[in-house]
């Protein structure tokens, strides 16, 4: 039975029971059951699905992880985790992270002045809040303010100039003062498509020389003991443990030569994020070699050795894993609107009387195919459709005889694909011709404002339809999005491993593709492209006897995009009223509903309805 992969990347959070994806927790709810609810109360378009039982499961794993590491190899030092805000600001993930990280002291990370202000409305109180990125002397002042205000809060810098910013300020502040961190360049670098974070040539951090610097700074300010922070970032989903290693080695050195300069109050190493998640769908194209309890393993390992010979004490150890918290809490769900070979159907054929020998043959071909034929009939098939073509084109056979053989060519593939099921086949035909009649799918949603790692970076999100799949899925399927750009679409191109579908008219059923994996990065990144924004989300909260939809959000109306573009929406709205007003071709009765009728649309989200 064909699961999507979701042994692979599902990490158990969802089964397949009765055909439908169900959440693999307490009652078990079917995820088509929470989507039809949903829509049963008039919302349409995609949907955000969000889980806070997955982020509280994130946050216990890479807990109990590392403290299994620790126990195991008796390491002095503690963990701390905080959340990258950049990651996912969202409101609706936020406050579950911070609600459920509470028992864990888990803290936020912030890389702006506006992250860094969200960090100290929403933080846990005494939780760590590391901030990050390129600072001015006013973002500096905001993280002076959250010391004074009782935030356990640590500024890492980036650059010289930071930490000279630093001492100016701190002459001039009140006393509490924030813990300095520094952020070190390594030569290090992760793998993967995110991997330029890290390096020597990377964005961020001070090399050695700048390291020595900073430490003689430090101690001429008098601020040496508030520095207590090394910090690395090797790049976001490391595919491979082993550049981490390499990573771990240099920042431990580094860490034990600036205890031995007389930094004595530096205790801990901020590891940043980069901890992968699966996203592939098919065993060959894992997106990382390492589990949880490796990565924790080996971090421990390493700092404990080199602490070990270098005689410096074990160091706390920070983590600031984003895309592993998050991911996994987001699903989209967006509808299928059409089917494009939909309408080649038996009823639209029109054979005539007398027709050309090759159109008689495609329909025999089409009455006779069975498994034991379908590859040549269906060859067969395509090198007549070809002859028709020309035929057309040289005025042999008309446009009625074209379109039967068109007809006829899609009605032979979709049984050739059928009985040819999905095994390979020596010769590769079948990846070839399953490529050849693909059937394309028209979902309600934008590829560029829900999954623009898909498009900007071409990576990949697990994608299943929500039921149905006690069915064998028949129909090699591209995506296509609503927006008007030839980008937004999910093309056909893995031969070897094909997304198939479900053969299904939309007229008469619903069908629901799942996009998994979204929740780290995708919804701040994601566009406003042909002005689609947000989708509608919903917060679904398992309880043993069932689950409640929560914080229903809908997707933004037309008229707030338009704000948020800056338009003066009363501009607009005057506007339209004033045209309305003055057209000579209606009277004033539909004058009165069609102002009625654009109010509606004007404040109603711009994903499509219905296409029927
Ligand atoms: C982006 C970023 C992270 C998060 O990385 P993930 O790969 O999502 O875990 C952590 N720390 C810093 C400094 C970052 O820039």
């Known amino acids: 039975m064909n699961d999507f992969g979701l042994s692979i990347w599902g990490n158990s959070n969802f089964v397949i029971e009765d055909g439908k994806v169900c959440i693999n927790a307490a009652s078990k709810p079917a995820i088509i059951d929470i989507v039809k609810e949903i829509r049963d109360d008039g919302y349409r378009g995609p949907l955000l699905l969000r889980f806070p039982h997955l982020i ?10 590392f403290a299994k590491a620790k126990k195991e190899f008796a390491y002095k030092g503690s963990f701390n985790a905080v959340f990258p805000l950049k990651v996912n600001q969202y409101p609706g993930f936020v406050k579950n992270l911070v609600r459920l990280g509470k028992p864990y002291n888990y803290g936020l990370e912030a890389g702006s002045k506006a992250e860094l202000l969200l960090t100290m409305a929403y933080n846990n109180e005494k939780a760590p809040i590391t901030v990050n990125g390129f600072k001015d002397k006013e973002m500096i002042n905001i993280g002076f303010i959250a010391a004074e205000m009782g935030h356990n809060i640590t500024l890492t810098i980036e650059g010289l100039n930071e930490l000279e910013a630093i001492i100016a300020i701190a002459k001039e502040r009140f006393k509490p003062k924030p813990k300095i961190g520094l952020r070190v360049r390594l030569h290090s670098t992760g793998s993967g498509l995110w991997a330029k974070s890290g390096g020597i040539h990377s964005k961020f951090g ?81 997106s990382r070699n390492y589990t949880l309890n490796e990565y924790a393993n080996d971090v421990v390992y390493m700092l404990k050795t080199i602490s070990e010979q270098k005689k410096e004490i074990e160091p706390d150890i920070f983590i600031e894993s984003g895309r592993f ?44 195919i069975k498994p034991s034929n379908a590859l040549e009939y269906l060859h067969d098939a395509i090198h007549h459709t070809e002859s028709v073509l020309t035929l057309f084109d040289l005025g042999y056979v008309d446009l009625q005889d074209r379109s039967n053989a068109e007809v006829l060519l899609k009605l032979i593939s979709k049984k050739a694909v059928v009985m040819l099921g999905n095994k390979s086949n020596s010769s590769g035909d079948l990846a070839k ?9 028209l979902l309600n949603f934008s590829i560029f404002q829900s999954l623009p790692d898909f498009w900007g970076l071409k990576q990949n999100f697990p994608i299943m339809p929500l039921d149905r799949l006690d069915e064998r899925p028949t129909l090699p399927a591209s995506i296509w999005d609503i927006t008007c750009d030839s980008d937004g679409e999910i093309s056909y191109d893995d031969e070897k491993n094909p997304l198939l579908l479900h053969d299904v008219d939309v007229e008469k059923e619903d069908y629901f593709l799942g996009f998994f994996l979204v929740g780290a990065y995708q ?37 707030d995009i338009m704000e948020d573009m800056d338009y003066d929406i009363y501009e607009i709205q005057d506007t339209l009223n004033e045209r309305l007003e003055k057209s000579t071709l209606i009277n004033e009765t539909q004058k009165k509903q069609i102002l009625g009728e654009l109010y509606l649309f004007l404040n109603d989200n711009s994903y499509l309805k219905t296409i029927n």
Do not use: C, W
């Not at 989903?237 to 990573?247: C, F, M, V, Y």
């Not at 914080?551 to 008229?559: G, T």
């Open 56 to 65: 509280q499961k994130q946050i216990e794993q890479i807990h109990a992880s």
């Open 206 to 286: 001070l090399t050695s020389t700048e390291l020595i610097e900073a430490v003689k700074m430090l101690k001429k300010a008098n601020l040496l003991e508030n520095f207590t922070m090394i910090h690395f970032h090797i790049g976001s989903q490391i595919s491979e443990i082993h550049p981490l290693k390499k990573a771990l080695i240099e920042a431990g050195n580094i860490y034990a030569e600036l205890r031995k300069m007389g930094a004595s109050n530096l205790k801990a190493i901020n590891l940043g994020g980069g901890l992968a998640i699966e996203y592939s769908q098919f065993k060959e194209e894992s």
């Open 325 to 368: 918290i998050a991911a996994s809490h987001a699903l989209l769900v967006a509808p299928v609107l059409e089917l494009f070979s939909q309408e080649y159907t038996e009823e639209k054929l029109n054979l005539k009387k007398n027709n050309p020998n090759l159109i008689t043959e495609l329909v025999d071909l089409y009455k006779s």
């Open 433 to 441: 011709i399953q490529k050849e009649v693909q059937e394309r799918y």
């Open 523 to 559: 919804e701040v990144i994601g566009m406003k492209h042909n002005l689609f924004t947000h989708p509608t989300e919903a917060t679904i909260e398992l309880s043993n006897d069932g689950y409640k939809i929560t914080n229903l959000l809908e997707s933004q109306s037309i008229l």
